[in-house]
């Protein structure tokens, strides 16, 4: 895998619409007012977008033309003809998205409005490279095998969530130590070139969560926040001016990276002392078997006591780290999430406010802390969000990211 986390890669291929895209900026900027707002008629469209009427009837016409949208039910009026709400069309274009991660990968096909078609998981031990991709071979084969062709041509790409310099890993056990090395000499877009013609786009698997929760959760309410991922190991993302922003390298948002400080003293990082696999290890020290942690569905009532412990640590650095992030952009809100039971991120969520209370925040104006509302799910459906915004929707930082 390239150290720089590479852009979007198109190949050549014969396809439908929705692997060419919207190139029109006006066509992008209708599609994504009717996701972020839901269902409305074209003079809703014509006055968020300040277009003129006729100009939005021209392109809603083209866009249900090109399958993107639909018509929904008349809706009368006190006076004048009944409006005909547009919406987006579930099958309109769809996209898989990959998630590598330390215990599993998880591969899922989506729509555009955030609907997850089909979903596969892989268990494991350790990620080795080659079983991986032999999953994702297979699982997109069974998938593509059970569509109807009008629905497979509509898919627009793969998206792959992965950490930045996945190679980098820590294992407490050191004979893992090549298994994640030998995910440094893996080009991702060349791995999956050999068994689909699929776009790829690959993102940071934290980012790629943030996209989830900026385009389906709650980043609707916010126009900037830092967002952050608690999983085996933390990361986060940030969103400016209503968009995720990747970075000139994709790596924008590493907050996993914040420096911390271990209780002797020792220089350490917020994923040293964040992360859920502090918990594993701790469950593994004292004969649990930590694979509970990653069961589905989620259940950890019966670990309580070590996750209390966890979760009082786990808040403490969270805290600081919220007010770091926000001494460089004021942000107007942290939301958290994670692989973990709903009710583990209200408790986390509500802790770190209560921490932030004691916090220094002299020159610094303190963000609202909120919870996220995706799940442990976020990073594959932030992947399969890739291809549907690079094609079809607006991403108003797009440029930043290539400016340098």
């Known amino acids: 895998m390239d150290a720089e986390m590479p852009k979007t890669v198109v190949r050549s291929i014969s396809a439908g619409l929705s692997q060419k895209g919207v190139s029109n900026h006006n066509e992008r900027l209708l599609l994504t007012l009717l996701q972020r707002h839901g269902n409305m008629p074209a003079s809703d469209l014509a006055r968020l977008s300040g277009l003129s009427a006729p100009a939005v009837s021209a ?7 090109d399958g993107l949208l639909g018509r929904g039910d008349p809706q009368r009026g006190k006076v004048g003809k009944p409006s005909v709400p547009m919406m987006l069309s579930p099958d309109g274009v769809l996209a898989f998205g990959l998630k590598i991660g330390r215990r599993s990968a998880d591969l899922l096909l989506m729509d555009i ?14 990620p080795v490279a080659k079983d991986v991709f032999a999953f994702v071979s297979d699982g997109m084969a069974a998938v593509m095998a059970e569509l109807p062709p009008h629905i497979a041509n509509r898919i627009c790409g793969i998206g792959v969530a992965a950490p930045f310099e996945m190679w980098n890993w820590k294992e407490p056990n050191a004979a893992s130590a090549p298994e994640f090395a030998g995910w440094k000499d893996i080009n ?3 791995e999956i070139s050999k068994f689909s013609a699929l776009p790829v786009s690959l993102v940071n698997d934290a980012t790629a969560a943030c996209q989830a929760e900026h385009i389906f959760g709650r980043g609707k309410e916010f126009r900037d926040y830092a967002y952050f991922f608690v999983g085996a190991f933390i990361g986060g993302g940030i969103v400016l001016n209503h968009s995720v922003f990747e970075g000139r390298q994709g790596n924008a948002g590493a907050l996993g990276s914040l420096p911390s400080v271990s209780p002797l003293g020792e220089s350490k990082q917020l994923v040293d002392m964040a992360s859920i696999h502090l918990l594993e290890a701790r469950l593994a020290e004292v004969d649990v078997d930590p694979s509970l942690l990653w069961q589905t569905p989620q259940d950890w009532t019966e670990i309580a006591r070590y996750v209390d412990l966890w979760l009082g640590q786990t808040a403490q650095e969270l805290a600081k780290a919220c007010l770091a992030t926000c001494s460089v952009i004021d942000f107007e809100a942290v939301l958290i999430d994670g692989a973990f039971p709903p009710e583990v991120r209200e408790e986390l969520v509500a802790r770190v406010r209560r921490y932030m209370a004691n916090q220094d925040t002299r020159g610094l104006l303190p963000p609202r802390i909120e919870s996220g509302s995706i799940g442990g799910n976020a990073r594959a459906v932030g992947a399969a969000c890739g291809p549907i915004l690079s094609g079809f929707l607006l991403n108003t930082n797009a440029g930043l990211a290539v400016a340098s």
């Open 113 to 126: 409005t955030g609907a997850v078609r089909h979903q596969k998981q892989f268990k494991y031990d350790l």
């Open 59 to 65: 392109i809603l016409k083209r866009l249900e033309g």
């Open 188 to 190: 991702i877009h060349v």
